[in-house]
Each structure stands twice: as C-alpha cells, then as structure tokens.
C-alpha cells in the first residue's frame, strides 16, 4: 500500500525544538521532491520547506529561515524537518508532500498530517 506518514507533532514550549518525520512504505522516496506544508486553524495551507531529490537543494519559506533544516534519508525512505527556536506562529498541521520527477513524474502523495502546537 502506498503511504505518506508524518510523525512527531507534539505539545512544545516557545523556543523547543521538534524534529518531524516523513515517511514512505509501498514506494521510493528517490524519484521524489518533497515538500513540508502546514495549515494553521482558520489559515490557507502554506509551504514551508522543500527539498529536491536529486542534488539535495532546498528551499525555506522566510518565517522560517535559519531556524527548520529539511533532510532526507534515502536509505531509511523518510524525510525530515528539524524546527528549532519554535514560536507559536509555528502552531499548525504540518503536512509532507511527495512529487514525482523522472520516471516517476505525475505522481504525488500527501500525509494525513501531524499537529504541532507551540505554547507555553
């Protein structure tokens, strides 16, 4: 069966860290870019990260620049975003999205979503 699952959302106090985890059963994440997405209550979807699947480039929305490093272990098929320095502008859904490049080009997968609330 192909899956898309995220992991790690918990409750966390201003300025913790929390690292979420992207993980893929029933395909490679090789042939995949994948994105980090979030939607906070009453707010559109936004994209916060990405990161290719070929050189490894990536790319951060400015709100959290210098603070969320996204990685992938190809090895392991999953994909991670280590947030830092949280603010409570960081509470959201966040969602990992997976889109298909090169033999696997039209396809894309999307998780179900973890929660990560940021509050004292």
């Known amino acids: 069966q192909v899956q898309l699952v995220e992991s790690g959302g918990v409750l966390v106090q201003p300025g913790g860290s929390l690292r979420l985890s992207c993980a893929a059963s029933?395909?490679?994440?090789?042939?995949?870019?994948i994105g980090w997405f979030r939607q906070a209550p009453g707010k559109e979807r936004e994209g916060v990260s990405c990161?290719?699947?070929?050189?490894?480039?990536?790319y951060y929305a400015d709100s959290v620049k210098g603070r969320f490093t996204i990685y992938r272990n190809n090895a392991g098929n999953t994909v991670y975003l280590q947030m830092n320095s949280l603010k409570t502008d960081d509470t959201a859904v966040y969602y990992c999205?997976?889109?298909?490049?090169?033999?696997?080009?039209?396809?894309?997968?999307w998780g179900q979503g973890t929660q990560v609330t940021v509050s004292s």
């Open positions: 999205n997976a889109h298909g490049v090169r033999v696997a080009a039209g396809r894309e997968h």
């Open positions: 029933g395909f490679t994440l090789d042939y995949y870019a």
């Open positions: 990161i290719s699947s070929s050189d490894g480039s990536t």
